[in-house]
């Protein structure tokens, strides 16, 4: 079992940054697939980007292509998500997971996938 604490969210202009953790405690970060989703009110919770247990591999959702990426540092059992030019459409409570099973190279994408939260942190992005 592993439990997740993210941190790194707030208030920011629109074209900012913000640069989310999750830190994992329990079993070793390494035997996990990472995720971060996004739920705004009234909407569904979507992903946002995805990473193999290696680090090797990532997916990024279309609409933070080019703006956001994910990483990992196994070794302080952390997971990053860097936000650049964000934009009001971005705010939302960010949520990190971890999801246990899977292959090395594996970026799972749903949130079935999946099989541990975190809290949540709340991004609020100002036009």
């Known amino acids: 079992q592993v439990q997740l604490v993210e941190s790194g969210g707030g208030l920011v202009q629109a074209g900012g940054s913000l640069r989310l953790s999750c830190a994992a405690s329990?079993?070793?970060?390494?035997?996990?697939?990472m995720g971060w989703f996004r739920q705004a009110p009234g909407k569904e919770r979507e992903v946002v980007a995805a990473i193999s247990r290696t680090g090797r591999s990532a997916y990024s959702a279309d609409p933070v292509k080019g703006r956001f990426t994910i990483s990992r540092d196994n070794a302080k059992n952390t997971v990053y998500l860097q936000m650049n030019s964000l934009k009001p459409d971005d705010t939302a409570v960010y949520y990190c997971?971890?999801?246990?099973?899977?292959?090395?190279?594996?970026?799972?994408?749903?949130?079935?996938?999946?099989?541990?939260w975190g809290q949540g942190t709340q991004v609020t992005v100002s036009s």
């Open positions: 997971a971890a999801a246990l099973g899977l292959g090395l190279t594996a970026t799972p994408r749903s949130a079935r996938e999946y099989d541990y």
């Open positions: 329990g079993r070793t970060l390494s035997s996990y697939a």
